[in-house]
T-cell receptor
Framework: TQLLEQSPQFLSIQEGENLTVYCNSSSVFSSLQWYRQEPGEGPVLLVT?????EVKKLKRLTFQFGDARKDSSLHITAAQTGDTGLYLCAGGTTSGTYKYIFGTGTRLKVLA | SQTIHQWPATLVQPVGSPLSLECTVE??????LYWYRQAAGRGLQLLFYSVGIGQISSEVPQNLSASRPQDRQFILSSKKLLLSDSGFYLC????????????FGSGTRLTVV
């Protein structure tokens, strides 16, 4: 069974601080995605990384896919209160159907 | 543009009652469709997925079933709800054969009492 473990589980920081969220697995994934979810809403896709070692930037967010495609990280620079939410990573499995296995989630709270 | 509609937003049902949650997608054809359940503030568990009309794959044995009567319609059902069926249910679609990721509906909060 493929599992994705995220760490930390909870994170509370002050506005302006930097943070990194990790997504780890013992399995290889064809792709890795990051989502952010607000309470009572569905997750919203932030980024997809496909190539081992790939780095993508989305404004203050930097996403990296591990060289072996087993892990990923999300780094936020100068966090803002609007970054508050549940961050989920998801690994792509069998090609063709493109099922994604979701991580355990990191709940981020950015304090003003 | 593509949109996904999921309803109802909230639902309170007694134990033993039936369930029907509906999801429809607009603006695309032959999407992959998915039903996920989310425990409070945690990751998502894949329940069912479908790559075409009438084609349903179940990921976990449970009290639920899914159907896809039309290309862009996905229905989650139960004949008799259990307390353990409570949760946040999310429908999602993706473009078949790509890594573009999911677009999720707004979810249904189901409470079984």
């Amino acid at each position: 069974t493929q599992l994705l473990e995220q760490s930390p589980q909870f994170l509370s920081i002050q506005e302006g601080e930097n943070l990194t969220v990790y997504c780890n697995s013992s399995s290889v994934f064809s792709s890795l995605q990051w989502y952010r979810q607000e309470p009572g809403e569905g997750p919203v896709l932030l980024v997809t990384v496909v190539t081992g070692g790939e780095v993508k930037k989305l404004k203050r967010l930097t996403f990296q896919f591990g060289d072996a495609r087993k892990d990923s990280s999300l780094h936020i620079t100068a966090a803002q209160t609007g970054d508050t939410g549940l961050y989920l990573c998801a690994g792509g499995t069998t090609s063709g159907t493109y099922k994604y296995i979701f991580g355990t989630g990191t709940r981020l709270k950015v304090l003003a | 543009s593509q949109t996904i509609h999921q309803w109802p937003a909230t639902l309170v049902q007694p134990v033993g009652s039936p369930l029907s949650l509906e999801c429809t997608v607009e603006g695309t054809s032959n999407p992959n469709l998915y039903w996920y359940r989310q425990a409070a503030g945690r990751g998502l568990q894949l329940l069912f997925y479908s790559v075409g009309i009438g084609q349903i794959s179940s990921e976990v044995p449970q009290n639920l079933s899914a159907s896809r009567p039309q290309d862009r319609q996905f229905i989650l059902s139960s004949k008799k709800l259990l307390l353990s069926d409570s949760g946040f249910y999310l429908c999602a679609w993706s473009v078949g054969g790509t890594h573009y990721g999911y677009t999720f509906g707004s979810g249904t909060r189901l409470t079984v009492v």
